[in-house]
């Protein structure tokens, strides 16, 4: 029997309109380093509507790719609603790619007109004679003759073109399986691959990020959004914000510690989210520099493991709660979300907070162990994670496929873990990224852990090397805290009631900072570079 229901769209053009109607007097705040510049939702409808009216006349249609080269900022803002809101489809491209990678993914998805932020004019500029199917580039904020035009492109000045145009537009009805917008992996471990969301999946995701067990953003909220919105769509919280009229607080290209700090002294935003390094590259600075930042009541770390230091150094001396969440690009990205059970107090709610998270009803997941059994979820177990559901990619886009990455409906997210009776996943590593050690595994993250709890450690990655008896043997690579000491014999006592006999690490090496990948995780392919081309100056205990 069919339902009687309707089945309206899902399209990305009702958010736009609730958003900035509804929610007319909520923020897209920029800040310019040395204070705010302001948006309203309603005045970001009319921005959204201009942008579009400046699009067609560019001959943007149908399902063409809109690229855009920027940091987080009203702009970009008006372009994730215009974008999709047109039938069009938003390219976020990350600014931080290696140049051959970003003319991969911009002839990859064919991108028609670049979008560009005047302060990355000069990376653009390099690399756009390259960019085959680019006829437009777009400057924000900044100076459009700066950038000299290869033939066939034509360079616009964002305001000039804008200020032409009708602050209204009529937005169509798109199906809501239609692409909206596209962002390629970064890359940690090969090639990047496109992901395209549709409205739909969009819809669902923003839904689940304001859910009250998961991120719970809500229209009290002023969120500052650090993570990029070219990785993985700043973890969905551009469209949460304008379902539920949440502002937000846009760091636009000041990322680092006191910048940070003083944004958040001005804005005093209630809600955050940033990659675990922006934390602790902030926790050392308040250090140095104390701030009430008690007005944040929550912060979402995720992209990789919130190292249990951490969230207590948030929690007990700032009174910030963490937020410890797992996804991917290819998730949306929100995955699980780690809230302990109703009823759960004291250690036992932060051992569940220490998890990777719990998955909502509408991601579905399971273990897969090395020969291809399902394993069960009783907190012991491991095998490689996979999910499906609404808002997980069912493929890559166009002719970049992975085979080996999806298959029966699920994606293979090359993440290893165990997942309790209750649904808590914990991820002990990256496939590729596990230590075997005579048939053992080891966990680099655990390590990982175990040494950045040491006072005197700023950073710590762990890799496996080669070993003649063990096959692999962790390294511990070490960042100290500026002004500390501390040695590797001292840190191989500290982790010896903390891991097992075996696991105790005995290559060490100290270096000035852990490399790391366009988003700000560690990069452990480079790390694992450095050391078989000898770089790394290794003690042995
Ligand atoms: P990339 O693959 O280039 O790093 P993504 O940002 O999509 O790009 O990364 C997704 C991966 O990040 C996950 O598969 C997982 O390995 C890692 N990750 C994300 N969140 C967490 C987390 N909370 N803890 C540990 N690893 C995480």
């Not at 970009?76 to 609603?81: F, L």
């Not at 804005?267 to 944040?296: C, M, R, Y």
């Not at 999806?406 to 496939?431: M, S």
Request: proline share 6%; charged share 20%; glycine share 8%.
């Amino acid at each position: 029997m069919l339902s009687t229901m309707q089945d309206g769209q899902l399209s990305l053009a009702h958010l736009l309109r609730h958003g900035t109607t509804v929610h007319a007097n909520s923020e897209v705040v920029t800040w310019t380093g040395e204070g705010a510049r302001r948006e309203d939702y309603g005045e970001l409808g009319q921005h959204a509507a201009r942008l579009a009216n400046a699009l067609r006349s560019l001959g943007v249609t149908g399902d063409q790719r809109v690229g855009t080269f920027m940091w987080n900022n009203a702009e970009h803002m008006a372009a994730y609603a215009a974008v999709p809101a047109m039938g069009a489809v938003l390219h976020t491209l990350n600014i931080r790619l290696f140049p051959e990678q970003l003319v991969f993914v911009a002839n990859h998805a064919e991108d028609q007109v670049i979008l560009v932020d005047g302060t990355l004019v000069p990376l653009l500029a390099k690399q756009l004679p390259q960019l085959n199917t680019v006829r437009h580039v777009i400057v924000a904020n900044g100076d459009a003759s700066a950038l000299e035009a290869p033939a066939g492109v034509e360079v616009h000045s964002y305001d000039e073109l804008l200020a032409a145009q009708p602050d209204t537009f009529d937005w169509p009805v798109v199906d809501e399986r239609a692409a909206a917008a596209m962002c390629y992996t970064s890359g940690t471990t090969g090639d990047p691959k496109g992901v395209a969301y549709s409205h739909r999946s969009i819809w669902l995701h923003s839904m689940q990020v304001c859910m009250s067990d998961s991120m719970r953003l809500a229209q009290h909220d002023k969120a500052l959004v650090i993570v990029p919105m070219f990785h993985a769509m700043s973890w969905g919280l551009p469209y949460a914000a304008l379902m539920v009229g949440a502002s937000l607080i846009m760091p636009d290209r000041f990322l680092q510690p006191a910048p940070i700090a003083r944004i958040l002294e001005a804005e005093k935003p209630t809600f955050a989210g940033a990659v675990p390094t922006i934390w602790q590259g902030l926790l050392q600075h308040l250090e140095a520099n104390p701030q009430d930042i008690s007005h944040l009541r929550e912060v979402v770390v995720g992209g990789s493991a919130a190292p249990p230091s951490m969230m207590h150094a948030f929690e007990e001396k700032y009174g910030v709660p963490i937020l410890h969440a797992w996804g991917m690009t290819e998730t949306s990205p929100l995955g699980s979300v780690a809230r302990p059970p109703g009823g759960v107090t004291g250690e036992q709610a932060w051992e569940y907070r220490y998890t990777q998270g719990r998955f909502p009803a509408s991601v579905r997941a399971r273990l897969i162990t090395d020969d291809g059994t399902e394993a069960p979820w009783d907190g012991e177990s491991v095998g490689e994670l996979e999910v499906s559901g609404p808002w997980i990619a069912g493929a890559y886009y166009g002719d970049n496929v992975d085979p080996d990455k999806f298959h029966d409906g699920w994606l293979r997210t090359g993440d290893v873990g165990k997942v309790t009776p209750d649904g808590f996943l914990t991820l002990t590593d990256r496939a590729k990224d596990v230590i075997k050690s005579g048939g053992e595994w080891i966990s680099s993250v655990d390590l990982e852990n175990a040494v950045m709890a040491h006072p005197a450690v700023a950073e710590a990655a762990v890799i496996g090397v080669p070993d003649e008896k063990w096959d692999e043997r962790p390294l511990v690579a070490v960042v100290v805290r500026e002004g500390q000491s501390v040695t590797a014999a001292e840190l191989r006592e500290f982790l010896a009631d903390k891991v097992a006999k075996w696991q105790l690490p005995e290559n060490w090496t100290f270096i000035d900072e852990v490399p790391k990948t366009s988003v700000g995780k560690f990069d452990k392919k480079r790390l694992r570079a450095f050391h078989s081309e000898g770089k790394l100056d290794i003690s042995k205990l």
